[in-house]
């Protein structure tokens, strides 16, 4: 395969776009925990309040725009399964932000070697 040479300024150029390019990626993982820690958290209250309520107690789940009468133990279940969900996905979005920001770094570095090099000549 032929990769096309890049000038140093077209290079410097790119490095930059992806920079900020995976900055943004960056900002939006934090939005997207930031969003399932909510949920998470919503769903664990929601569930400590379930828990206190006697076993007789009618529950009703809202599906679309009604609501259908459902055990506790069913309710229960759901917001454990909510919150297990969200946790997965924080976790992934964590090792991906890792990633990106590892990435920054890395692309932040050779711009600085760039411009070092610029400065020598």
């Given at each position: ?32 925990i930031e969003q399932l820690t909510k949920t998470k958290k919503h769903a664990h209250l929601t569930d400590t309040e379930v828990m206190m309520l006697v ?67």
């Amino acid at each position: 395969l032929l990769t096309p040479v890049l000038s140093p300024g077209q290079a410097f150029t790119e490095l930059q776009a992806k920079v900020m390019d995976t900055q943004q990626k960056v900002k939006l993982a934090d939005l997207q925990i930031e969003q399932l820690t909510k949920t998470k958290k919503h769903a664990h209250l929601t569930d400590t309040e379930v828990m206190m309520l006697v076993d007789e107690t009618r529950m009703y789940e809202g599906v679309g725009r009604m609501f259908i009468l459902q055990p506790k133990g069913v309710i229960h279940n759901q917001l454990l399964e909510k919150q297990r969900i969200a946790e997965e996905k924080i976790k992934e979005l964590e090792q991906k932000k890792s990633y990106l920001e590892r990435s920054v770094k890395e692309a932040e570095d050779n711009i600085r070697e760039m411009l070092m090099a610029r400065r020598a000549q």
